[in-house]
């Protein structure tokens, strides 16, 4: 069983910066990815950022140059540093983990809210 607690989520203005985290309690965290997702009101969550058990990382392309996700293994902590934020950039942040051979479950934060202020 793993749980999952982000935090660093609040109210900022354009082009501010904020950087959630994420704590991983239980399981082995070296050998899970980690993702990074956002659901907006009214839309569907969408992947924001994802970091493998290797170090491989991935965005989508509207955050590629702003955001950056890592890791901290020693910490069982995963990051998402966000800069330049922008109003559409304001939802949920949710964290997300699974195994890196995908031969288990998923598993999810509650989520934290990221609202950016024109």
């Known amino acids: 069983q793993v749980q999952l607690v982000e935090s660093g989520g609040g109210l900022v203005q354009t082009g501010g910066s904020l950087r959630l985290t994420c704590a991983s309690y239980g399981g082995h965290f070296g050998l899970h990815n980690l993702e990074w997702l956002r659901q907006a009101p009214g839309k569907q969550r969408e992947l924001v950022a994802g970091i493998d058990a290797r170090g491989g990382t991935n965005y989508e392309d509207s955050v590629k140059g702003r955001f950056t996700i890592s890791r901290d293994n020693a910490k069982n902590t995963v990051y998402l540093q966000m800069n330049s934020l922008r109003p559409e950039d304001t939802a949920v942040y949710y964290c997300?983990?699974?195994?890196?051979?995908?031969?288990?479950?998923?598993?999810w934060g509650p989520g934290t809210q990221v609202t950016v202020s024109s």
């Open positions: 997300k983990t699974y195994p890196y051979d995908r031969r288990g479950p998923d598993y």
